[in-house]
């Protein structure tokens, strides 16, 4: 990124992240969901937040589809306009993370260098989670119709179609959206936090 700031000073409060997480009850963190268009990202993402709502903690959903309306309005999908996407998510999600908020993000993010600059962002509280389905499963899915229309030439640069999406190496999580119920998806991933330490470990 091209540094611009000049004499700019960081400033830390009194209260820091650790005093935000010990009133929220839990630690701050971001379940990074990436993978394909159609995958289950979004409902996933929305699910998971639903649950940890129910258990008093606090959360916010970052989604491509709506952050793409707004902050990241003028990025496009070549490799260099998602670069940039991922990376101002990378650093409002640290913000909210700071916070000591439960931030959970839907993007694509197709390219692994760019969810591990994200990684290296965040820190320790980045947990990957690879929504993981076929691009025939997403494709048959099509829930935008944005398949065919790709397909069609009417899209560019869609991913599966003329891009890669990178699988990630090495995920903290894996959630199989071919083979599992959605409910079996969010209990794995609020055992995860729990195991983690992240949430407190509380009748379910
Ligand atoms: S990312 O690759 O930069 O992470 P992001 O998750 O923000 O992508 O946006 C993906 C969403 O934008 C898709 O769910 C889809 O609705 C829409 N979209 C529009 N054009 C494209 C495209 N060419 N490739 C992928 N998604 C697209």
Not at 18 to 24: D, I, N, P, T
Not at 108 to 137: H, M, Q, T
Not at 180 to 189: G, I, Q, R, S
């Amino acid at each position: 990124m091209p540094e611009k700031s000049s004499n700019v000073t960081w400033h830390s409060g009194a209260i820091d992240r650790a005093a935000r997480e010990k009133l929220a009850g839990h630690r701050g963190a971001v379940l990074w969901f990436t993978g394909l268009s159609g995958s289950g990202k979004s409902t996933l993402a929305h699910a998971v937040e639903a649950a940890l709502h129910a258990r008093a903690c606090r959360t916010y959903v970052l989604d491509g589809d709506n952050i793409r309306h707004g902050l990241n309005g003028n990025l496009a999908f070549s490799a260099e306009d998602r670069k940039e996407n991922i990376r101002r998510i990378g650093e409002v999600a640290k913000l909210f993370q700071d916070a000591g908020v439960l931030t959970l993000t839907a993007f694509i993010s197709p390219f692994r260098a760019d969810r591990e600059a994200a990684r290296g962002i965040i820190g320790d509280g980045f947990i990957e989670v690879y929504v993981k389905a076929s691009l025939e499963a997403c494709e048959a899915r099509d829930p935008k119709g944005l398949y065919v229309k790709a397909r069609a030439g009417e899209i560019k640069d869609f991913t599966g179609v003329h891009q890669d999406y990178e699988q990630p190496d090495d995920p903290e999580l894996v959630v199989d959206t071919e083979s599992m119920t959605l409910e079996h998806e969010v209990a794995a991933v609020l055992d995860y936090l729990e195991a983690r330490g992240i949430i407190p470990a509380n009748a379910k």
